[in-house]
């Protein structure tokens, strides 16, 4: 057994953490089929997770389990129904700029050139012009940009625009970067591209970072610690601790065997959650219980 894959089953020893999240539940109101009465659809319920300073947490889960939902409140954008947020032992309730959200379709305003829109949370901040500048050309930088300064969001490819917002995100320096499938939307080139520069910026700004994927190869490359999400309700179904050596590459991952480990590992969760029927062959082979691993306290 490696380094890579080691299981424990215990939690770690109490500490400060960055964010805490305490027995979220959140649920919607929503018409269920056929039926004129409203019915309670329960997304997310006794969700947990403490990160620490400056981690990189990916988090994986079939369709619809609630990965958004919990970004979302993270991002203190919506309430949930019952269940505690808290930065740095303080109680979130509502946005802030100490959290910032990079979403899929890079929110990116149409109307503002590449600088204006990176200096936007400076502006809300009340930071004067020339400083604003100088911070937005740091991270256009940063972001493998210069020379679009000038450029509108029209004049961009995806991967481009993707950097803006990422740029727009880090410049007004928040504690926690909130990133739900930022990557989604680009060609496979261009993501690993911007995985690693995501990689080098988080080193370099030691950022604590929440990403959600629907890949589980980005799951594992990127992360300190892969939370895999059961559904129905949305959960935490277990913790895969990567202890893969930094810096990564995207290109090198691919050969590594403990990298192949973990992403069959990824696999074989978000297998489980898969109609029955469907064979989980590590598991089999090695007469390992899955079940046991897959308790929500489980660190695999
Ligand atoms: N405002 C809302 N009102 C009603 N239902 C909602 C609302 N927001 C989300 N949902 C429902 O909550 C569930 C979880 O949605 P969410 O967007 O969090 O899933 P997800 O894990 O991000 O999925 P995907 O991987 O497809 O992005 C879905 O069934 C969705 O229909
Ligand atoms: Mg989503």
């Known amino acids: 057994m490696t380094a890579a894959n080691s299981v424990q089953t215990a939690k770690p020893p109490e500490q400060a953490y960055k964010i805490e999240i305490d027995s979220l539940n959140q649920s919607f109101s929503v018409r269920g089929e056929g039926r004129k009465q409203k019915q309670e659809l329960i997304v997310l319920e006794g969700f947990n997770l403490s990160v620490s300073e400056g981690e990189f947490i990916t988090v994986v889960g079939p369709s619809g389990c609630g990965k958004s939902t919990l970004l979302d409140i993270i991002a203190g954008l919506s309430r949930p129904k019952a269940g505690s947020i808290y930065i740095d032992g303080k109680k ?9 959200f990079v979403m899929q379709q890079y929110a990116l305003l149409p109307w503002r050139t590449v600088s204006r829109n990176i200096e936007l949370g400076l502006e809300v901040k009340g930071v004067p012009r020339k400083i604003r500048a100088e911070i937005s050309r740091k ?13 509108f969001p029209h004049e961009l490819s ?47 700004t030691q950022k604590t970072i929440i990403f959600v994927t629907h890949s589980i190869e980005e799951a ?13 309700p949305g959960r935490v179904k277990a913790i895969v601790k990567v ?3 930094r810096p990564r590459n995207s290109a090198q991952m691919n050969t590594s065997s403990d990298f192949i480990w973990i992403r069959n590992r990824l696999w074989e969760l978000l297998q489980s959650d898969a109609p029955p029927g469907r064979a989980l062959p590590e598991a089999a082979e090695t007469g390992q219980d899955v079940a046991d691993e897959i308790a929500p306290d489980a660190v695999l």
């Open 139 to 151: 991270y256009i930088d940063l972001v493998g940009l210069r020379g679009f300064e000038k450029s």
């Open 158 to 204: 995806g991967g481009m625009r993707q950097r803006v917002a990422i740029a727009r995100s880090l410049a007004y320096d928040p504690e926690v970067l909130l990133m739900d499938e930022p990557f989604a939307a680009v060609d496979a080139q261009t993501r690993g591209v911007l995985q690693d520069e995501l990689m080098r910026i988080w080193e370099e």
């Open 92 to 100: 979130i309730s509502g946005p802030a700029l100490d959290r910032g």
């Open 220 to 232: 594992a490359l990127l992360a300190d610690r892969v939370v895999v999400m059961g559904t129905h």
């Open 243 to 245: 202890d893969l050596p």
